[in-house]
C-alpha cells in the first residue's frame, strides 16, 4: 500500500514559520484585496495613468540602484583598501547620510536650485539673462532630481555592507590572486569585487526597496511612482480596494528585486577562511586628494549641504525658533522617537537571526517562502501597512474586548487598538527586511561545516547561535541595528495613523509644522531627528570599523 510522505520540519523551522507568517499577515490582507471588487477607481488607473506610474517607478528604481551601487561600493572599497588624508574621519562621515531623511534633503535642494533659489538668482544677475528662456539649468523638481537625491540618502545602505565585506577580506586571497599576475584593478575585478558581492547585492535590494516604498520625495518632486498612485486613490479617489491593488502590483516588483538578489547570491556563493586582514595601501600625491575627492561628495552632497540649507530654514524665524525649542514637550518628542527606534531596531534584530538561522538549518520551501513574504513588507508604503495591521487587529481586538466584558461584566473598550506595541509591530513589518538581509547576507560567509563542528562537541540550537554565529555577525547584527534604528527614527506614514493618542514623534511633528506652512519650526524639528539620529549612527560605525579589525586581526 502506498503510504505518502511529508517532509519534516524541526521545532525551530515550525516556530520561525509561523512567526514569518505573523509578520507578513498585513501583507497578505493587502494582496487579498485583489480579489474584492472596487469603487470603479482601479478601471481608470489601469486606463490612464498605470502606464506611467509602471514606467517611473521602474526607471527611478534602476536609476537609484546604479547610483548608490556605484557610489557605496567605491567609496567602501577605497576607504577599506587605501590610506590617505582625512580617511579615518571619512570612513564614518560616509555614514552620516543615513541620519537625515530623503523628504528633508529634497525641501532643501528645492530652495537652494529652483528658480527662485541662489543659485539661479546669482546666475541670471551674473550673466544678466532675463528668464529661464536664455539658460537651460538642472530641473530638480524632476524624476532625475528625486532619482539624485535618493541616490544621495541611500548609498549607506551598500557602504555599510560593502565596506565590512572589503575589511573581512583575507590578506591571502589577495597574495593568491598577486601569484596569477593580477594588477590593482584586475585583483579589484577578478578577486575583492565577486567576494564582496553578496553584501553590495543586498545594500542594493535595500536601496531599490526603499526607492519604491518613498512618498514625500517624489511627491513633493511630481513623479509618478506607485506610492504616490497609492496615495492617491486612496485619498483623493476615496478607493481603499483600488489602492491596495496598486499595493498588490508595488508587491510584485519587490518579489522581483528580492528574487534577483537571492539568484544572484546563490548563483556564486564565496566562503572566506578568516586570516589577517590586508594591509592598506598608502596613497600620496594626487592619488590621495582624489581618493579623499570621491569619498567626500557624497558626505557634503548627503549630509552637510542639507544640513547647512535646513539650518538656514530654521534661523529664517528667530521667534518661532525660540518658540519651538521652549515648548515642554520636546524633550518627549525626542524620547518616543528615540525608544520607538530602539526597541524596533532590538526586535527586528532578534527576530532576523532566528529567521536567518531556521532558514540556513532548512531550505524547505515554507521557510524560504515565509522569510521572502517577511522581506516584502519593505517596499509597501507606511500608510498601507498601517491599514493592513488595523483590519486584523482591530477584529482580533473586539473579540477580546467582547470576551474580558463577558467575563467581567465591564465594557472594557479595545486594549490593543492604538496602543504603542501595535505601531512597534507595524514597524517591525516595514522595516525587518533590512535587518534579515544584513544578517543573511552575515551567514552566507559562515561556512556549515562549523554548524557541524559545534553540534557535534554536544551544543544545541541556542547554543550555536549565541557561542558561534552571534561573534561572527556581531559587525553584521550591529549594521542591522543601526539600519533599522534610523529608518524607525525618520518614519512618518505609519506614526501617523497608527500612533496613540497625544503620541507625537519628531517626524509627525514635523509634518504637522510643514502642513501648516510654518517651515522653520518644521526645519527645526528636521534637524532635531537628524541631532537624535546622529549620535548612534556615528558610536555604531565606529564600533562597526574597531570590531571588523579585531575581527579579521584574530
Known sequence: MFTPRFPRFSRLSVFATLLALAFAMPILV??????????????????????????????????????????????????????????????WLLVLPLAMPAYVMAYAYTDLLQYAGPVQTTLRDFFE???????????????????????????????????????????????????????????????TLPLARPAIVAGIALAMME????????????????????????????DRIAAAKLASM??????????????????????????????????NGRHAWLAMLICTIPVIGGFFLPLVLTCKLAFQDIDALIAFTRVGDFATLAWNSFSLASVTALFAVMVSLLLAYAKRGDSA???RLANRAVGLGYAVPGTVIAVGVLIPVTLLDHKLADALSALTGRDTGLILTGGVLV???????????????????GFSKITHSMDDAARSLGLNNRHVVTRVHAPLLKTSLITAGLMVFVDVMKELPATLVMRPFNFD?????????????????????????????????????????????QTSAT
Open 423 to 441: 505601531l512597534i509591530y507595524a514597524y517591525l513589518i516595514r522595516f525587518m527586511a533590512i535587518s534579515l538581509q544584513t544578517i543573511d547576507a
Open 129 to 191: 539673462w532675463q528668464s529661464n528662456s536664455d539658460y537651460w539649468f538642472f530641473e530638480i523638481r524632476s524624476l532625475g532630481g528625486a532619482a539624485t537625491i535618493l541616490s544621495f540618502a541611500l548609498y549607506p545602505y551598500v557602504y555599510l555592507l560593502a565596506r565590512v565585506a572589503f575589511l573581512e577580506q583575507s590578506a591571502s586571497l589577495l597574495e593568491v590572486g598577486r601569484t596569477f599576475g593580477y594588477g590593482r584593478a584586475q585583483l579589484f575585478w577578478r578577486v
Open 250 to 283: 508595488l508587491l510584485m516588483f519587490v518579489a522581483i528585486v528580492l528574487t534577483i538578489e537571492n539568484w544572484a547570491r546563490r548563483r556564486q556563493k564565496f566562503t572566506e577562511t578568516r586570516g589577517k586582514q590586508a594591509a592598506r595601501l598608502q596613497l
Open 30 to 91: 493587502i494582496v487579498a484585496s485583489l480579489f474584492q471588487a472596487d469603487g470603479g477607481a482601479w478601471a481608470h488607473i489601469r486606463s490612464t495613468t498605470l502606464p506611467a506610474l509602471i514606467g517611473d517607478s521602474l526607471l527611478l528604481t534602476v536609476t537609484v540602484a546604479l547610483g548608490v551601487g556605484i557610489i557605496g561600493t567605491l567609496t567602501a572599497w577605497i576607504t577599506a583598501r587605501f590610506d590617505f588624508v582625512a580617511r579615518r574621519q571619512l570612513e
Open 365 to 367: 520551501w515554507p521557510i
Open 211 to 238: 526607492t519604491l516604498a518613498d512618498y514625500g520625495t517624489v511627491s513633493y518632486f511630481g513623479v509618478n511612482t506607485f506610492t504616490t498612485g497609492i496615495f492617491s486613490a486612496w485619498f483623493a479617489q476615496g
Open 505 to 549: 514623534t519628531l517626524a509627525v511633528r514635523t509634518y504637522i509644522f510643514a502642513k501648516d506652512e510654518r517651515l522653520a519650526e518644521a526645519a527645526v524639528a528636521a534637524l532635531a531627528i537628524v541631532l537624535v539620529g546622529l549620535i548612534p549612527v556615528v558610536l555604531a560605525s565606529k564600533a562597526i570599523t574597531r570590531e571588523t579589525v
